[in-house]
């Protein structure tokens, strides 16, 4: 049974699921040396954003097979090293969107109204009506950084307290802006133009520090300036400065460069308003947070596909069924390739014929890589960093489609080119189950799966019992065999699918035969 660990509270919700499929450890108490210790004994690692998933930890993860973010934001993942490393990466991006945008208008109220600051004073036993003068936020202006699913539903929201809503965001449509109120424009005219600017944008290269004294410059003066994204979008130097030489009015902050953000100056500010990033705290969050991320984590262990894998292909559920017996045999058939075909290769080709001509084969090419290079490295090789591992070999691979399959549904052909010509292996799904039915050319139809042993041979009276006393000597039994040839007493290959694995001793006296070429035993 998987073991998860959960490093970090999640919703009673997403716990359940999790402890129907595996055996789930929650130890919210693990400082990083802790995590690093315990690490090596789980196959799923789930957290929120406080843990830093940094390559060090990454790498204690030698179970590790895919990381949780029970959240939106993955920028306290190392994502190049869990990609390097094979791990899948899942988050919950569409759980907490409602709950951000709902404080981000509480922040913009707060703001206009000073409501932190008023009720700070009633407590403290005092009556400033006329200190707490504040101002309407309808016909204002709102700014919005980022108009994914968080700035999305601020903007409804917004134009719901009729205020005009403008955004910068690089790939959103103006069609998509028109269905929201919204009016794009660039990044320093909705400066130019907001009262109120909220950002919502990950946080990534392209995005660290992108509100710096010059973008706090653009800004109108006397406007206020929201975070509810990430610390780091924002050089908060620059932005105690804009708020401290009058240009801006002040901030509303949920999130911080380093949380908590002890000694940040401002914190405390009379005119910043601070929360310990609460944007995704409520419970419907929580909930749908937890679900959607053990959803993705359980998904991703059982070898699917999960909705939201950060660093993997999804297969929409309309494919799902036709593709996912593909990426089972494109493994198959990229080991068996590997393993029988020891010539230099200049370049690999896969086709895909019938069924497979009208579909996403993304998943299908990444696990034929897998396969071709499953054997032949140190490192875990999994759909993830097959690509990269690929990259690095500077393996060539071309991909076509051909609508025509012959008298198969669909056919999954996998060529290596040698200087000699092309090695062929073809497969196909039979009652539901993958099927080799060319290997190297031969036309032989098995199972690639278990123990295997393959013999290229003349085709000769006698061939097989020899094989299969050699076998039985050894006690090894033999599951199916399957025999091909060119023509009758030419070139052929037997196919034995086996129980057990095949000692040394039986592939060396299987060599020795003279009418054996090749023997080779693969464990797929
Ligand atoms: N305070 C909190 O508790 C929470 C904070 N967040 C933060 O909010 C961020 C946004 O979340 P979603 O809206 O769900 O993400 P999303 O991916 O749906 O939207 C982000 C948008 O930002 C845009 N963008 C990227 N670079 C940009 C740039 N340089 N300028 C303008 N726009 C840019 C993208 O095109 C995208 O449309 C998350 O990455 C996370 O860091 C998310 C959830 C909770
Ligand atoms: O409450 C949390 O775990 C953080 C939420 C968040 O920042 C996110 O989902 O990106």
Do not use: C, H, L
């Given at each position: 049974m998987d073991r998860i660990l959960v490093a970090e509270p999640i919703a009673e919700e997403g716990l359940a699921r999790l402890r129907a499929a595996a055996r789930v450890d929650v130890r919210t108490d693990l400082d990083k040396a802790g995590l690093i210790a315990i690490l090596p004994e789980y196959d799923a690692l789930i957290v929120r954003?406080?843990?830093?998933?940094t390559a060090d930890v990454l790498a204690a993860g030698t179970r590790l097979r895919v990381v949780g973010r029970a959240g939106t934001g993955v920028d306290n993942i190392d994502l190049d090293a869990a990609t390097r490393q094979g791990i899948m990466v899942v988050n919950a991006p569409a759980s907490n969107s409602v709950a951000v945008a709902e404080l981000t208008i509480g922040l913009i109220l707060s703001l206009a109204r000073h409501i932190p600051q008023a009720h700070s004073t009633v407590v403290a036993g005092?009556?400033?009506?006329?200190?707490?003068?504040g101002f309407e936020v309808r016909n204002k202006t709102l700014g919005l950084v980022g108009l994914g699913r968080i700035g999305a539903e601020v903007a409804r929201r917004a134009r719901g307290l009729e205020m005009h809503v403008v955004a910068y965001d690089p790939v959103v449509s103006t069609e998509r802006a028109l269905q929201l109120g919204v009016t794009l424009a660039p990044l320093e005219e909705v400066l130019a133009q907001a009262d109120i600017v909220s950002l919502h944008v990950p946080l990534i290269d392209s995005t660290r520090n992108l509100i710096n004294a010059m973008r706090l410059a653009q800004m109108k003066r006397g406007a206020y300036l929201i975070n509810a994204a990430r610390g780091g979008v924002v050089d908060e130097t620059a932005l105690l400065e804009a708020i401290n030489g009058g240009h801006l009015a002040g901030a509303a902050l949920d999130t911080y460069s380093t949380e908590p953000p002890v000694g940040n100056p401002l914190v405390g500010h009379p005119r910043v308003i601070t929360l310990p990033h609460l944007g995704a705290s409520t419970v419907e969050a929580q909930a749908l947070t937890g679900v959607d991320v053990a959803e993705g984590v359980l998904v991703a262990l059982s070898g699917g596909s999960p909705h939201y894998a950060v660093n993997a292909p999804y297969i929409p559920p309309e494919h799902r069924g036709l593709v996912a017996p593909y990426v089972d045999l494109g493994r198959r058939l990229g080991m068996l390739c590997a393993g029988l075909v020891h010539d230099p290769v200049h370049n690999f080709e896969i086709e895909y014929r019938g069924e497979l001509a009208t579909v996403d084969t993304t998943p299908v090419r990444l696990a034929v890589l897998q396969g071709l290079l499953a054997g032949t490295r140190e490192e875990r090789v999994t759909p993830v960093n097959a690509p990269i591992l690929a990259r690095e070999l500077g393996l060539k691979l071309t991909e076509f489609s051909t609508e025509d399959a012959g008298n198969f549904s669909g056919l999954l052909v996998l060529r290596a080119q040698t200087s000699d010509g092309a090695r062929e292996f073809a497969g196909t799904i039979l009652r539901g189950e993958p099927h080799v039915v060319e290997a190297d050319g031969f036309w032989v139809t098995f199972v690639p799966a278990g123990p295997m042993l393959f013999t290229y041979h003349r085709?000769?009276?006698g061939m097989i019992g020899k094989v299969g006393t050699l076998l039985g000597e050894a006690d090894v039994n033999i599951a199916s065999m399957d025999v091909g040839r060119l023509a009758p007493r030419e070139q052929a290959m037997m196919v034995l699918r086996l129980d057990d694995p095949v000692p040394p001793h039986v592939i060396a006296r299987l060599r020795e035969e003279p009418d054996i070429q090749h023997a080779t035993t693969l464990i797929i």
């Open positions: 954003s406080a843990t830093k998933v005092k009556w400033e009506r006329n200190r707490f003068m085709d000769r009276p």
